[in-house]
């Protein structure tokens, strides 16, 4: 059974970046999709960005440009590069793997492996 375990949030100010990872075990990444989505306090959970198996990438539209997702299957690892951070992107962020992209943006993750999440906080 796949699992997976989030580490790199932290406190940064404005304008600062941090980099996320999640760690799969269990099983192989190099046939999933992996994402992450945050859920910030009195909010509902968002999809944030994910990459396919083949490397194809979403994102969602406020963090295209800032933020990256990538995966090294060698290590069994994905990660989410965030740069130029906003007060807003202050949430929980947590990483989920799924079978396809589909299952990760139009299912929200629904049969997908989470994280417990890890909490990013940017200050102004």
């Known amino acids: 059974q796949l699992q997976v375990q989030e580490s790199g949030g932290g406190l940064v100010q404005t304008g600062g970046s941090l980099r996320l990872s999640c760690l799969a075990s269990g099983r192989t990444i190099s046939t999933y999709a992996m994402g992450w989505f945050r859920q910030a306090p009195g909010k509902e959970r968002e999809f944030v960005a994910a990459i396919s198996w083949s490397g194809d990438t979403t994102y969602l539209d406020s963090v295209k440009g800032r933020f990256t997702v990538s995966s090294v299957n060698a290590k069994n690892t994905w990660y989410l590069y965030m740069n130029n951070l906003k007060p807003e992107d202050t949430a929980v962020y947590f990483c989920?793997?799924?079978?396809?992209?589909?299952?990760?943006?139009?299912?929200?993750?629904?049969?997908?492996?989470w994280g417990q999440g890890t909490q990013v906080t940017v200050t102004s």
């Open positions: 989920v793997a799924g079978p396809n992209l589909a299952s990760l943006v139009k299912e929200r993750g629904h049969d997908g492996a």
